[in-house]
């Protein structure tokens, strides 16, 4: 059978990948995909991210919108803020949405009835989606290597439910379903499941990495990057929430970085071609995680004991990156040196706050 | 540029299953979606090997679950593809979530159905269960009794489906192993049939990049009934074009289905049994023999269940003294506590003039075939309610009552 051979887009990477978002990139593409309008928090890490991420790949993409705040919060009948096809999905159905969506497209081209440039096929799932409900289907969907970019905006919650813990909920972090109180003074028991690295480990064919708002040139080189990756892709990017995280809404981008200075979320690269991490990204500081848990009052009402603990897995976190630990954070890790977060009528104050 | 081989008319033998692969051959399907379970896997199996063969052009992608089949196929339908999928009993529930959202988007989805029994306790044979447990959600729905007529539904459910007018996925089922099993002779068409027949799919509104759309955004609750009307017009409005399709269907292929009913020794029948799927097969064997024995027996078999065809089974069934409703499903707490198509029986004869009498036989159940001595008791039955004037009670389990 004769058919028409696919042609792929290949996108330009960025110089300078990690300024802060206040560097100002002329090589950054004009055209909005995701503009201003729709109802999503002050602050929304999550809709930064969408932003950045559509403007990294441009006009010639189609999104695919799995159930969650991007969702809910993002589009209303009649009004959405897509100037690119988007289609919402179940919460359940990221990657395999997405796969039907890249082989329509494959299969459109190659038999003639669709005429033009390979689609970028970006999904945007949220951590609930990603790590939890629809973690088989994105499995699948890397598996069989369709060639489409799959996203775990990461905000570490179910955010748009209301603030419940999902599987990427951080140890300590306070949500509806993991509440702390006399019995469970730490909130969240379980430390989250380590979805991105799970990801490469599984399908290594793949381009994995992690990012952050933070730092929004190596996202926008990432998305770059796993969109010009002939298969596969997945991205799982730090998105702060204000809502579930209860801080100042102007400290989004500000907590992006500092969530990557304190060894909490470390940002690597999973490549591909040589079946191998790339740990050489280092943010400009390291700090100890009571920096980064002070901000915000899902962890005020952690114990010496509980702050300590997360310097352990942030500490294990930095070895794991090839950083050799400063005796400040090994010193951290001693709950002797760590004082609690807050009295307990103060956590009990910000708890109602959430 | 044909993408299908040209192929001749000819007549093979084949099950229903491979005529299921067969049809979505001619289709010229752009995207398969396929996930084992018996009794339908056979036909998955038959189109991986045309894939593999190069006989046909088509993303086949091997899903992690039933759900995620229908979230693919909901994915690429969305795109602008023709998109096949399929499943039997449990799996058909395990994609349940799916199948408003694609209804509701209004994309053409075609899943095939070989009945399987529920769970407990894992049954391979045939009850209706698993694919009405949904035939609320949609979909347009219809049983074949033979392979012949598996293979004619595909082709006539795509065309309905992709209809502008309607737009709408759509089940075609088979009942397991009686007809997704037994191999029979099938006319396979001549390819420029099929293409006079079935024009490519396209959407109107596809995802694609030139023409942005928004698929499937949150609503205000006052945003949503005018959408569940519309849904619902459609649904309605599709049996125009049913009829329509099958008219020309039979112009083109020679074969002239009623879209709605089968009348089988119907003419002077005063008891009828009232089924769908392969049963009727056995069913029509059963009537001559009973004919034989001067017993006044027919047979209605319903071909679509989706939209309902509530004026005509009303006109129909009214013309006979008791009906006999051949379940095959479990519709356990139903109105006559047996199955589901005795209520939607009852419900298209309430508005007629002289309502027959109407009994609920949980029989074929299992996926045990219907034996010539059941057909009698069943028949007995009938008659004694037509004798008395009364049925004796809505239910009976056939095989263990007296």
């Given at each position: 059978m004769a058919s028409i051979e696919v042609q792929r887009q290949v996108l330009p990477i960025l110089a300078?990948?990690?300024?802060?978002?206040?560097f100002y990139n002329p090589?950054?593409?004009?055209?909005?995909p995701f503009v201003p309008?729709?109802?999503?928090?002050?602050?929304c890490g999550p809709s930064i991210q969408y932003r950045m991420t559509s403007k990294a790949a441009g006009d010639n993409t189609i999104l695919v919108g799995p159930t969650g705040c991007m969702y809910v919060a993002n589009s209303s009948y009649l009004c959405t803020p897509y100037n690119v096809p988007w289609a919402h999905t179940q919460i359940g159905s990221a990657g395999s949405f997405t796969a039907g969506v890249a082989a329509a497209y494959e299969a459109m081209i190659r038999k003639g009835k669709w005429r033009g440039h390979y689609p970028n096929i970006i999904c945007e799932a949220g951590d609930g989606s990603a790590s939890d409900i629809g973690l088989a289907s994105i499995s699948g969907a890397l598996y069989r290597n369709h060639d489409c970019l799959i996203i775990c905006?990461?905000?570490?919650?179910?955010?748009?439910?209301g603030i419940q813990a999902s599987s990427?909920?951080?140890?300590g972090g306070m949500t509806t379903f993991s509440p702390p109180g006399?019995?469970?003074?730490?909130?969240?028991?379980l430390f989250p499941k380590d979805l991105a690295r799970m990801m490469a480990a599984g399908h290594p064919h793949c381009y994995v990495a992690t990012a952050s708002v933070g730092y929004p040139i190596d996202l926008m080189n990432k998305v770059r990057k796993g969109l010009n990756h002939r298969g596969a892709a997945y991205l799982m990017v730090y998105t702060p929430c204000q809502k579930g995280?209860?801080?100042?809404?102007?400290r989004s981008i500000d907590l992006g970085r500092v969530v990557v200075e304190c060894g909490l979320y470390p940002i690597w690269e999973w490549n591909p071609e040589k079946r191998e991490f790339d740990y050489s990204f280092r943010p400009q500081n390291i700090r100890p995680v009571s920096e980064y848990l002070k901000l915000?009052?899902?962890?005020?009402?952690?114990?010496a004991e509980h702050i300590a603990t997360m310097q352990k897995f942030a500490n294990e976190q930095w070895k794991m990156m090839g950083v050799e630990l400063p005796e400040g954070l090994i010193q951290a890790?001693?709950?002797?040196n760590q004082v609690n977060m807050a009295a307990a009528a103060e956590a009990e104050a910000i708890a109602e706050t959430v | 540029m044909p993408t299908v081989t040209a192929t001749k008319k000819k007549t093979v033998r084949i099950n229903g299953c491979v005529a299921s692969a067969q049809a979505a051959k001619y289709a010229d399907v752009d995207v398969i979606a396929a996930y084992p379970i018996r009794p339908y896997t056979a036909t998955m199996m038959a189109l991986a090997q045309m894939v593999a063969n190069g006989e046909l052009d088509a993303e086949y992608i091997v899903a992690d679950s039933e759900h995620s089949q229908l979230s693919i196929a909901h994915g690429a339908s969305s795109s602008g593809a023709r998109v096949f999928t399929g499943s039997s009993g449990v799996g058909v529930q395990f994609a349940y979530e799916l199948y408003s959202p694609i209804s509701g988007s209004r994309m053409p989805v075609q899943m095939m159905i070989a009945d399987r029994t529920l769970d407990p306790p894992g049954d391979f044979g045939s009850e209706h269960t698993d694919a009405l447990s949904t035939r609320d959600m949609g979909w347009l729905m219809g049983w074949a009794c033979d392979a012949q007529e598996a293979f004619d539904n595909h082709l006539i459910a795509y065309r309905i489906g992709e209809d502008r007018r309607v737009l709408l996925p759509q089940m075609v089922c088979q009942d397991g192993f009686?007809?997704?099993h037994i191999t029979s002779d099938v006319e396979l068409p001549d390819s420029s049939q099929v293409r006079e027949f079935l024009p490519p799919y396209k959407h109107?509104?596809?995802?694609?990049p030139r023409h942005p759309v928004s698929h499937g955004p949150q609503i205000m609750p006052e945003q949503g009934p005018p959408l569940q009307l519309e849904r619902a017009r459609a649904m309605e409005g599709s049996m125009a074009v049913i009829e329509e399709v099958h008219k020309e269907f039979g112009e083109i292929f020679g074969r002239h289905y009623d879209p709605w009913l089968e009348e089988y020794?119907?003419?002077?029948?005063e008891v009828v049994f009232f089924l769908q799927g392969g049963h009727g097969v056995t069913a029509r064997f059963a009537i001559q023999h009973m004919r034989e024995k001067g017993l006044k027996v027919g047979m209605v078999r319903l071909r679509?269940?989706?939209?309902?065809?509530t004026d005509r089974v009303c006109e129909v069934l009214s013309k006979f003294k008791v009906v006999g409703v051949i379940e095959t499903n479990m519709g356990l707490g139903s109105p006559s506590s047996g199955g589901v198509l005795y209520a939607d029986a009852c419900a298209a004869l309430y508005e007629a003039p002289e309502r027959p009498l109407v009994i609920s036989f949980m029989a074929?159940?299992?996926?045990?075939a219907i034996v010539l001595k059941e057909f009698y008791w069943m028949t007995e039955k009938m008659i004694q309610a037509q004798k008395r004037g009364k049925?004796?009670?809505?239910?009976h389990w056939v095989g263990f009552e007296e």
């Open positions: 300078n990948p990690n300024q802060g978002a206040r090589e950054l593409p004009s055209s909005e309008g729709h109802r999503t928090c002050a602050g905006y990461d905000n570490e919650q179910y955010a748009n439910t990427r909920t951080p140890y006399p019995e469970v003074p730490e909130g969240k028991k995280f209860v801080y100042e809404t102007p915000q009052g899902r962890f005020g009402h952690l114990h890790a001693d709950p002797k | 009686f007809v997704s109107p509104y596809p995802l694609d020794k119907t003419d002077d029948a679509t269940i989706r939209p309902y065809p074929g159940m299992g996926g045990e049925i004796e009670k809505r239910t």
